[in-house]
């Protein structure tokens, strides 16, 4: 069995290396359009039940595994009667061996040998350490490489989803499988740090490594290329908002806001055209299909409403799926547009830096800002009887201003000016000019449900500010008395 299978292996690598060198020998004589040759048209046939199974298949024959290994681990501690590895030893009643119910309970347990393992799994899954933060970003940038790869596959003047060439003269096919390679591996390290490896199974990047990794594999035994389902590794865009967080290139909450609502449009957008071209292409050979740039074209025009009709699906199948992507991705596109024009606007706005000038004061006030906490500020900083003179105020804060805050900004703008921002930020506290501020207020938020967080949060600011500028006077509003007694002494 052995031999018969190293004799198919040798053949399949004699039949790449010889078509390779041909390729090599003819270098100079073949044309752009033999070197894209459908498979259909080469009388090797479509083998696209292949791809397809072996992506349906995949989770099955893992769901299996995972049953199988379950029914281990329970008929291992099914004697003892404890759930080991946990931070308390569960005691299980008799009861719960013997039914139904008792396979989900055992796949929670764990193993003594496998505990130190799958905590050093998690760290690299979580990026909590130096390690897990490159296999992240390595992760990130194969993927975009992958749909890179497949942008270009089906760019091509043919637009064929089954092209037939050799592996050793096919570049982009070799760095496409070097990532699948990566995705397998970090498939297995999610895997193994997994608490809830049923929900895993289920999760949407490892539907996409369902998708693509078993075809990757089946790509290179066949010596041919399926575009197939390749179009989903654009799915970790998602991931941008966390890698520029890993950079430090997000300062606030809005700016994680709006990266997020990009990606998720342009995530959508760019999967639906893959969709698009998956299905109106199925049965569509060379000059008779469209290639990728033209479906996000059509996608485009139809995710806005402005249809202008010069390209249409064909197929039932595809206007089926236009009817759905219209009804889903309609809601996203109306709802995301005016969000991200309204935080592009707002980031110039309010995301500039105060300048202090030459003979004046002024006080910044951060924490809950309302509009009633605003007004009575500025009535009581801005009263004739006070000294002080040339007074302005600074309000800091995450969140965007209400209309009414809005409103009374504006009729105070030569005293008041805004930012967005966070005291606990060094960049934000050099934006409100912290050094030169006559004083600091720390405003509580009186809410029941952020009764025992707000003041930590607010002592956490007092430090921050203390930090940068220690002789700062900083006027703190705490909830609880032992806690002022505490900041009293501290500070």
């Given amino acids: 069995m052995a031999n018969k299978l190293l004799d198919n292996l040798l053949v399949i690598i004699d039949g790449s290396v010889g ?21 259909e048209q080469l009388g090797r046939g479509r083998e696209w039940k292949l791809f397809f199974f072996s992506s349906v298949l995949c989770p099955i024959v893992l769901y299996f595994i995972l049953a199988i290994w379950t029914l281990i681990k329970w008929s291992l501690l099914r004697s003892k009667r404890v759930i080991i590895g946990q931070p308390h030893h569960v005691k299980l009643p008799e009861s719960v061996f013997g039914k139904a119910r008792a396979v989900a309970v055992a796949s929670e347990m764990s193993l003594p040998w496998s505990d130190r393992l799958q905590q050093e799994a998690n760290k690299i899954a979580c990026g909590q350490n130096v390690i897990g933060r490159i296999v992240g970003i ?38 496409d499988f070097g990532c699948n390679l990566f995705f397998l591996f970090y498939f297995f390290l999610r895997l193994l740090a997994s608490n809830r490896k049923v929900w895993f199974l289920s999760e949407l990047y490892t539907l996409v490594d369902y998708a693509t990794i078993p075809t990757a594999f089946i790509c290179f035994i066949r010596n041919r290329n399926w575009s197939g389902f390749r179009f989903l590794r654009i799915l970790y865009i998602f991931w941008i908002p966390e890698v ?28 639906g ?32 409403t402005v ?20 009804m889903a991705a309609l809601g996203l596109f109306a709802s995301s547009i005016p969000d991200i024009a309204g935080m592009v606007g707002t980031r110039y706005k309010y995301g500039g830096k105060f300048k202090l000038e030459s003979g004046s004061h002024h006080i910044i006030v951060c924490g809950h800002i309302t509009y009633c906490i605003a007004k009575q500020i500025m009535d009581n900083c801005f009263h004739n009887d006070h000294e002080v003179k ?66 930590a949060l607010n002592i956490m600011r007092v430090i921050s500010i203390k930090n940068v500028h220690p002789t700062t006077r900083v006027i703190v509003q705490l909830l609880h008395r032992h806690n002022q007694v505490r900041t009293v002494h501290s500070v």
């Fill in 19 to 39: 078509e390779g060198w041909r390729y090599i020998v003819n270098l100079g004589h073949i044309n752009h359009t033999d070197y894209y040759q459908s498979c």
């Fill in 138 to 175: 390595v992760g990130f940038v194969a993927a975009m490489t992958s749909f890179g790869i497949y942008v270009h596959d089906v760019s091509d003047v043919v637009p064929d989803l089954e092209v037939c060439r050799s592996w050793l003269v096919t570049l982009e096919w070799q760095i």
């Fill in 244 to 271: 520029l967080q890993c950079f430090g290139l997000i300062k606030n909450r809005n700016e994680a806001r709006l990266s997020q609502l990009v990606c998720h449009l342009a995530g959508v957008v760019l999967v």
């Fill in 273 to 304: 055209a893959g969709v698009f071209h998956l299905i109106e292409n199925f049965h569509v050979v060379l000059e008779n299909g469209h290639s990728y740039w033209k479906f996000l074209y059509f996608t485009l025009i139809t995710i806005s």
């Fill in 307 to 326: 249809g202008y009709g010069d390209i249409y699906p064909l197929s039932a199948w595809g206007r089926l799926f236009t009817c759905l992507f219209i």
């Fill in 390 to 455: 040339n007074l302005s105020v600074v309000f800091i804060s995450d969140d965007d201003p209400d209309l009414e805050m809005e409103a009374l900004l504006k009729m105070n703008f030569t005293q008041v000016i805004y930012l967005q921002g966070d005291v606990l930020n060094n960049r934000d506290l050099e934006r409100v000019a912290i050094k030169d501020a006559f004083a600091c207020l720390i405003i509580a938020d009186r809410s029941p449900e952020r009764e025992n967080s707000e003041d």
